[in-house]
């Protein structure tokens, strides 16, 4: 296993480095936004959920994908909102969108119908197939902690073209085995999505505060394949609870840029009007 | 029609009950009246059960919740509805347990008039084993593997709406969730409006006409879905949605904040004063 920067190709313009031993400039929260947000490609569509999924196609939008479409569950098609909405269903979702639908037809024509490109996650369990779990922790009938539920998750993660998880990295989270399947990633394994007919790709990416993990080609296991700043395989290696895969070559991702910085925070924090 | 006496007349104990509007439109106060009047035995149908069915759930009056996301959107737990499923306190509570996809078709199976509807969903997910109301089928045209969902059939159907005109004709616009399929699916329903108006003006952006003969009572309560909201009207109340959670954390606070909010007359709406505009 060798740990190589990016090809010279794939880095941004202006990378601002961040000498040995310096504190970085910015949060491990923040690289995992910044990551999340290069991801997605100008003009695709994409299916946001809220939380850092939800900042991150904002961030995008303003920084490298001007053209993303942003379309959240509860029926606004191209929101563009100008402050992190907190729930789904804010009014300046409604007010920046291009169409206004209702709940039957965002997921009936819009999602089923396969007009989305890409569906970004989260999750309180994930396994080493990118199986989620947002229903509970122990046993369904008795659990230890009752989560919210599926929600729209289960058909996002059927029908997008790709989806993109985003979720911090820690053993609790990453799992040998989810308490319970709540949106289906590889099942068990190769050839399970196409065995249950689901028509999306499934998971492409997931997108930590470590590092990136991918679906190994063959065995559809999460493989790690990129690490952030300052962030050794060790402990990307301990935050998992399954025997983790390195990937032969594993990529250094680039820090955020001052422009990437400067658009997030603006983002979460503007400036009274 | 009061709401008071919409909600004596329309909802009874050990109905089903699907309070409607997708973070918009919520209709706080009639679910408040409806805990005043301590209806008990209930089905709570929701996609997301939100802050109301905490509410209920928290003051004892459902037996079942039939749903799909049960969080605070944003904020996180759902304490009460958290505390009876694993404590059973003050009550246990059934689950009936969805997917957003699959419980909007159930509606839109019972407004259609079929018993059931088909959708690509619940493959390779828990919930499927889970549930009496999915199960797969086969597309007699090409062999694909779906699923069906029985029909939703509540009944009764509360939502909030902007405007209703002299002849209880109502109107809604903004984000418009699945509450035209829940009044069409019901055999009742109680419509509360912002405002009574002479003309309904319906060429705004998702605006969605209920002609008066598809809703069984029209009541008029201005700020009738804080802390949601209903647009043109007011804002959602994102302060209250974060402070719920800590009103909600325990249950001495809760039920003192219920007593004080909600059981007390004259009824207000719960953390009134951003409400109508």
Redesign the interface.
């Known amino acids: 296993m060798t740990v190589l920067p990016r090809p010279a190709a794939e880095r941004s313009a202006s990378p601002e480095r961040i000498a040995d031993g310096q504190e970085p400039g910015y949060s491990a929260e923040e690289m995992m936004t910044v990551a999340a947000a290069r991801a997605l490609r100008d003009g695709s569509v994409c299916f946001v959920g809220?939380?850092v999924p939800s900042i991150a196609a904002n961030l995008a939008r303003r920084v490298g994908a001007p053209n993303l479409v942003l379309i959240y569950?509860?029926?606004?098609i191209g929101a563009k909102p100008q402050t992190p909405?907190?729930?789904?269903?804010?009014?300046e979702?409604?007010?920046t969108?291009d169409a206004?639908?209702?709940?039957?037809e965002i997921?009936?024509y819009w999602?089923?119908g396969g007009r989305v490109d890409v569906g970004f996650l989260g999750a309180a369990q994930i396994d080493r197939f990118a199986?989620l779990n947002t229903?509970v922790v122990g046993a369904?009938a008795a659990?230890?902690?009752?989560?919210?539920?599926?929600?729209?998750?289960?058909?996002i993660a059927?029908?997008c073209k790709e989806t993109i998880i985003v979720v911090r990295q820690s053993p609790r989270t990453f799992v040998e085995e989810v308490d319970?399947?709540?949106?289906?990633g590889f099942?068990k394994g190769p050839g399970?999505?196409e065995r249950?007919?689901?028509?999306g790709g499934g998971p492409s990416m997931v997108i930590t505060d470590l590092g990136v993990l991918r679906p190994d080609p063959t065995s559809c296991e999460l493989t790690l394949t990129e690490l952030h700043p300052g962030v050794e395989v060790d402990e990307v290696v301990s935050a998992t609870g399954w025997k983790l895969t390195i990937a032969a070559t594993v990529l250094r991702s680039e820090p955020p840029t001052e422009r990437e910085l400067a658009a997030l925070r603006a983002f979460r924090s503007p400036e009274p009007a | 029609m009061r709401l008071p006496d919409a909600v004596a007349a329309l909802v009874h104990d050990g109905d089903s009950v699907a309070m409607e509007g997708f973070t918009h439109l919520i209709p706080f106060a009639a679910g408040q009246e409806v805990i005043r009047q301590r209806r008990r035995h209930l089905t709570l149908i929701r996609l997301t059960p939100d802050l109301i069915y905490d509410q209920l759930i928290g003051m004892g009056c459902a037996d079942k919740m039939v749903f799909s996301w049960g969080g605070n959107p944003g904020v996180g737990s759902l304490h009460r509805f958290r505390d009876a499923v694993e404590h059973g306190w003050p009550q246990p509570l059934e689950l009936e347990e969805h997917s957003h996809a699959g419980l909007t078709n159930r509606y839109v199976a019972g407004a259609s008039g079929l018993p059931f509807a088909v959708l690509r969903g619940y493959e390779g997910t828990g919930l499927q084993s889970l549930l009496s109301t999915v199960a797969p089928i086969t597309c007699p045209f090409t062999g694909e593997r779906l699923a069906a969902v029985a029909a939703l059939h509540p009944d009764v159907a509360i939502i909030h709406a902007q405007q209703a005109d002299r002849r209880g004709n109502v109107l809604l616009w903004g984000i418009q969730g699945v509450q035209k399929e829940a009044v069409l699916a019901s055999a009742r329903s109680l419509v509360t409006v912002e405002e009574i108006v002479d003309d309904l003006v319906a060429h705004r952006a998702g605006a969605v006409v209920l002609p008066s003969w598809t809703v069984t009572a029209v009541a008029l309560v201005p700020g009738g879905s804080h802390p949601s909201y209903a647009a043109g009207y007011s804002s959602r109340d994102n302060g209250f949605y974060q402070a719920w959670d800590e009103i909600s954390r325990n249950r001495p606070h809760f039920l003192e904040w219920m007593e004080e909010h909600v059981l007390q007359p004259p009824a207000v709406p719960a953390g009134a004063g951003t409400g109508a505009g």
């Open positions: 809220i939380g569950e509860s029926g606004t909405p907190l729930s789904i269903g804010d009014g979702l409604a007010e969108a206004l639908v209702s709940v039957p997921f009936n999602l089923q199986n229903t369904y659990p230890k902690v009752r989560l919210p539920g599926a929600g729209g998750a289960p058909e059927a029908c319970f399947i709540s949106s289906m099942g399970d999505r249950l007919g689901l028509r």
